[in-house]
């Protein structure tokens, strides 16, 4: 469901505080886990990158959740940003 009320969670968001944070876990360590360069996490924490099939597949392999989660979380994002560019056209 999409939030109307607020801006859904980007998925970086979630994933720093509800899976790095509780595990202590750093952007480093994880780079590490998944393969793939620091950058890539930090600007998908930062809100700079959206999560991708590839990180969502990586993700779910790493923290042992779905590649859907991490996509479901991207998609209220998305759609929740054309439809507000889409209101403010009309």
Do not use: C
Request: hydrophobic share 45%; net charge positive; proline share 6%.
């Amino acid at each position: 469901m999409i939030p109307t009320h607020r801006e859904p969670t980007h998925p970086g968001e979630i994933l720093l505080t509800e899976f790095l944070e509780p595990l202590g876990m750093s952007q480093v360590a994880l780079a590490k886990k998944m393969g793939v360069s620091l950058q890539r996490i930090n600007t998908l924490i930062n809100g700079k990158r959206g999560m991708t099939a590839e990180s969502a597949l990586l993700l779910a392999r790493a923290f042992k959740t779905t590649p859907e989660f991490w996509m479901n979380l991207q998609m209220a994002s998305d759609l929740y940003w054309a439809q507000h560019k889409l209101q403010r056209a009309a």
